[in-house]
Nanobody
Framework: QVQLVESGGGLVQPGGSLRLSCAAS????????MNWYRQAPGKERELVATITSSSGTTNYADSVKGRFTISRDNAKNMVYLQMNSLKPEDTAVYYC??????????WGQGTQVTVSS
């Protein structure tokens, strides 16, 4: 079965960096687009970054553009989110997600990122 497991969250000071990882299994990872989402307390879950399967084209939310980088390693079935210049407003639970046919979404359990001094 499809399984996504995030790791790498934690407490970091403003201006700091974290690298989130998502380990995927149970499907042909290299052929699917992968996403990172986040959800802050009291807010809707929002799309943060996307990376396509074939060309590895990336897209980012305006709020993280220039600070976050999504990448993938198809040999290891891993997707990453490098987060630099972190701000308190980046505090949220971060999830990785993929969608498989017909339109079934699979989510990890999430990893908490807290940006605070």
């Amino acid at each position: 079965q499809v399984q996504l497991v995030e790791s790498g969250g934690g407490l970091v000071q403003p201006g700091g960096s974290l690298r989130l990882s998502c380990a995927a299994s149970g499907f042909t990872f290299s052929t699917y687009t992968m996403n990172w989402y986040r959800q802050a307390p009291g807010k809707e879950r929002e799309l943060v970054a996307t990376i396509t399967s074939s060309s590895g084209t990336t897209n980012y939310a305006d709020s993280v553009k220039g600070r976050f980088t999504i990448s993938r390693d198809n040999a290891k079935n891993m997707v990453y989110l490098q987060m630099n210049s972190l701000k308190p407003e980046d505090t949220a639970v971060y999830y990785c997600k993929t969608r498989r046919p017909p339109r079934t979404d699979y989510w990890g359990q999430g990893t908490q990122v807290t940006v605070s001094s």
